[in-house]
């Protein structure tokens, strides 16, 4: 099993629709998971900070299933600006928590 | 800008040159994280850097490869004799501490060019 599996897309979806990716990791010993967006050829950007079930900013929504080792993140009122790859990242455990392995990321495009 | 610098941002190298990639944390951070991107991959973490130690380099290839992050000036990752291989993105992120919380911020990269 890969460490970190996204599908890769790419979600096609229209303004205004709920669009939901899936992450899954292979340590269940990760404490903390972080969603972040890259645009095309930029830096990834933090999107969202997961430590215990779940967290909400506005229009995202990521959960974290810790029996089934996935974390989703669900996007509410798809804009235009939400176009990007969005990448999932586990931090390791232990000694290594620093650590952040990158899923390939999944591919968004939101059409007019 | 407060955030995390990188530089140049674009750099071109024939094989065997070498290449020399600077970072700037945000203010306040001090600890500095190298990552690499190839082509269609995800992003590869290389090594784990605060003020003059290096803490974690085990995601770097044993040769050509090294990075320091000097007591003053920028963190730099070093690649020597470059080969066409080492063509790729490759960003810097910072954070405050290194706790399994902490949330690293990413600079916009160099991309560099093996020709």
């Not at chain 2, 945000?26 to 605060?50: A, D, N």
């Amino acid at each position: 099993r890969k460490e970190v599996e996204q599908d890769p897309g790419p979600f096609n979806v229209p303004e205004g629709a709920t669009v939901a990716f899936n992450c899954t990791y292979s340590n269940s010993a990760s404490q903390s998971f972080f969603w972040y967006r890259q645009d095309c050829r930029k830096e990834p950007k933090l999107l969202m900070s997961v430590y215990s079930s779940g967290n909400e900013d506005g229009r995202f929504t990521a959960q974290l299933n810790r029996a089934s080792q996935y974390i989703s993140l669900l996007i509410r009122d798809s804009k235009l600006s939400d176009s990007a790859t969005y990448l999932c990242a586990p931090s390791q455990s232990g000694g290594s928590n620093y650590k952040l392995t990158f899923g390939k990321g999944t591919l968004l495009t939101v059409n007019p | 800008n407060a955030g995390v610098m990188q530089n140049p941002r674009h750099l071109v190298r024939r094989r065997g040159q070498e290449a020399r990639l600077r970072c700037s944390p945000m203010k306040g951070h001090s600890h500095v994280y190298w990552y690499r991107q190839l082509p269609e991959e995800g992003l590869k973490f290389m090594v784990y850097l605060q003020k003059e130690n290096i803490i974690d380099e085990s995601g770097m290839p044993k040769e050509r490869f090294s990075a320091e992050f000097p007591k003053e000036g920028p963190s730099i990752l070093r690649i020597q004799q470059v080969v066409r291989g080492d063509s790729a993105a490759y960003f810097c992120a910072s954070s405050r501490d290194r706790s399994s919380y902490n949330e690293q911020f990413f600079g916009p990269g160099t991309r560099l060019t093996v020709l």
